[in-house]
């Protein structure tokens, strides 16, 4: 365990393998990553563990220095919601007769 941060701002996770973080916040953190880059640790309540951009905390004083930076591969991007529908066919039952009023 590398110690702990100060969440500066709030981050709403946009992956399955990234944590959400609440502003004010004390983290327990896995890895710290670089400026600019990713850092590990776990999300208060759930203890879930995952990703968050580290620009988003201060590491507190007590926390040990990271020697070497920890190489962690970002999260990819969120698909958009037309790539999803092209990707993945969705399939319904319908639960009532419904009369539609437009072509659409």
């Known amino acids: 365990m590398a110690g702990q941060a100060k969440v500066l701002h709030d981050y709403t996770s946009q992956a399955e393998n990234q944590i959400s973080l609440k502003r ?4 327990p953190i896995i ?10 640790g776990k999300e208060l309540g759930s203890g879930k563990q995952g ?18 930076p920890v190489k962690v591969i970002p999260p990819p991007p969120i698909p958009k919601a037309a ?22």
């Not at 990553?33 to 590990?40: I, L």
């Not at 092209?86 to 009023?101: E, N, R």
């Open 51 to 68: 990703y968050f951009p580290s620009d988003y905390v201060e590491m507190l004083p007590d926390a040990a220095p990271v020697q070497q």
């Open 83 to 104: 790539e999803m529908v092209a990707a993945t066919p969705l399939m319904a039952k319908a639960m009532f007769d419904f009369a539609g009023s437009a072509d659409d």
């Open 31 to 40: 890895s710290a990553g670089t400026k600019g880059g990713w850092s590990k």
């Open 24 to 27: 004010g916040q004390i983290v």
